[in-house]
């Protein structure tokens, strides 16, 4: 297992258009995390899953957002209507913890422009 | 929620000497503090982390330092080398359920040759 898989790497879409984005965790991994980093600031915090369950959701993570982890190993995050706010790399971050956000491994981002 | 927040924002020091990152935190409750090194480009990495139960911990040329007390921890890089040149974040967990780590605004360091 080579760790955390993101697709794409990068994605310019025009504003209002949907995208969907990729993570692949470490296999054996039963939490997966999205965060979103903007240009010169720290990961933010958008949901969670414990296997296919989604137990927690930012108020970052607006209605125009959805994310899916249908079989408790890949996940999908998805931009309905892009707007240019949306622009920034969005991260996804496994681990196998419980009972805590111990031991997360990222994975290298999906960078999102939006134009 | 919990705030982080990480002094200086750009740190610059000569090759060999040590770097050092504060970070402060508002919620008492918090009790995992973990740091990450991020390079162009990659998504952030975990270099070490600490637990309240503990005030130091220490991996080879890097250790963290935690004060509960004054809510503020610190990550200590000795003997830099050019590819510790890096953003360095910290974080902080309230470990009741919640899993979301809160973020400081991170650091750039730079190693000078």
């Known amino acids: 297992d080579t760790g955390v898989s993101q697709n794409p790497r990068h994605k310019i879409t025009k504003r209002g258009q949907n995208v969907t984005f990729r993570c692949d965790p470490i296999s054996e991994h039963n939490r997966l995390y999205w965060y979103r980093q903007t240009l010169g600031q720290g990961p933010e915090f958008l949901t969670y899953?414990?296997?296919?369950?989604?137990?927690?959701k930012s108020r970052l993570l607006s209605d125009r957002f959805s994310a899916e982890r249908p079989k408790g190993s890949f996940s999908t995050l998805e931009i309905q209507r892009t707007e240019q706010g949306d622009s920034a790399m969005y991260l996804c971050?496994?681990?196998?913890?419980?009972?805590?956000?111990?031991?997360?491994?990222f994975g290298s981002g999906t960078r999102l422009t939006v134009v | 929620g919990e705030n982080v927040e990480q002094h200086p924002s750009t740190l610059s020091v000569q090759e060999g000497d040590s770097a050092v990152i504060k970070c402060t935190y508002s919620d008492s409750a918090s009790n995992y503090f973990p740091w990450y090194k991020q390079e162009l480009g990659k998504g952030p990495q975990l270099i070490i982390d600490i637990r309240s139960n503990v005030g130091e911990k220490k991996d080879q040329r890097i250790a963290v330092t935690l004060n509960k007390t004054a809510k503020h921890f610190s990550l200590h890089i000795t003997e830099t080398q050019p590819e510790d040149s890096a953003v360095y974040f910290c974080?902080?967990?309230?470990?009741?359920?919640?899993?979301?780590?809160?973020f400081g605004k991170g650091n750039q360091v730079v190693v000078i040759p």
């Open positions: 974080a902080a967990s309230l470990n009741y359920g919640n899993n979301r780590l809160a």
């Open positions: 971050a496994s681990s196998s913890h419980e009972g805590g956000p111990y031991g997360y491994t």
């Open positions: 899953f414990q296997n296919e369950a989604q137990l927690e």
